[in-house]
């Protein structure tokens, strides 16, 4: 931790805050992303001092904590730890669907005590259905094991490091008081508010994606219906035009049939006055 201290004064290291500052801000923007790309989170703060102000800071935004005692194998034997969260859907299923009633009272007590218990331990990363994209840590000398699972695992590690920790454990050290609730609070609430801003451009970026879809779409259906009216009037124009050469090569048949009547009076029809006055003459 020598890089980070400050100074030493009645043997209290004093941390450098310009480096814990700039270690917020790089492990923000981490987080940050990490969360745009909809990933989860896990915070670890399981000391008195912690756990309170990362169930407060953490619970609005949706991602998994643990605050009570790390279960073993948390990360490395994650299938076991899915199992025992779906003991509690069992649990929970047969609260409603009228199996209690068929039990004696014993049995229910031990079945709600367990339910209790699990609820307790793992109700809070009861939505965590694959292993989580980082993990966020509070003092990692308390929490080795969950830091050594991680690492074990290749998940990014990010860490609030006090002065008698080593920074080389994790890949995103805070520097900075981890035994002081109120250092912890300033810090996790910085955090929290980098992943909920990755969460909202995440939200708008799928918002503008699905509008500029549904634009797509609209044009699409637009210039469909256009080509329709345009084939439609072409119809019309031909079928138009049909019926104006229809009536027109009518009409010409009709002329010519007038025209050919008269030609035929004319030459072989004769009237009778005519024909009376040749007959006389002759």
């Known amino acids: 931790m020598a890089p980070y201290i400050f100074m030493e004064r009645n043997s209290i290291h004093i941390i450098d ?9 790089e492990a923000a923007a981490a987080l940050k992303q990490i969360a745009k790309s909809g990933k989860k989170i896990l915070f670890v703060a399981t000391k008195k001092q912690a756990k309170d102000a990362v169930e407060q800071l953490v619970k609005p935004i949706n991602m998994p904590y643990i605050t009570e005692r790390w279960p073993g194998g948390m990360l490395t034997n994650f299938a076991t730890i899915r199992r025992a969260i779906k003991k ?6 047969m609260a409603t669907d009228g199996t209690f009633d068929n039990m004696s009272k014993k049995e229910k007590l031990q079945i709600t005590r367990q339910r209790a218990k699990l609820e307790k331990l793992l109700g809070s990363i009861a939505d965590l259905n694959r292993l989580p994209a980082a993990l966020f840590v ?8 969950a830091v050594a699972e991680a690492k074990k695992l290749n998940i990014p590690t990010f860490a609030i490091v006090d002065t008698n920790s080593n920074p ?12 002081a609730t109120k250092s912890i609070h300033v810090i996790v609430k910085k955090i929290v508010e980098a992943i909920q801003e990755g969460m909202e451009e995440r939200k708008y970026e799928k918002d503008k994606s699905t509008e500029e879809d549904d634009s797509k779409k609209t044009e699409e259906n637009k210039k469909t219906i256009e080509e329709k009216d345009d084939s439609i009037e072409e119809t019309v124009d031909e079928g138009q035009e049909i019926e104006i050469k229809k009536a027109k090569a009518g009409r010409k ?12 009076d004319k030459k072989g029809l004769k009237s009778p006055r005519g024909s009376a006055k040749k007959k006389y003459n002759k």
Do not use: Q, R, Y
């Open 17 to 25: 805050l310009n480096k814990t500052i700039a270690k917020i801000d």
């Open 138 to 145: 509070v003092d990692i000398t308390k929490e080795h094991i």
């Open 253 to 264: 048949a009709l002329k010519e049939d007038e025209i050919s009547h008269d030609n035929k």
């Open 88 to 93: 509690m859907d069992a649990i929970d299923k």
């Open 168 to 179: 080389n454990n994790v890949d995103f050290p805070i520097p900075a008081n981890d035994d």
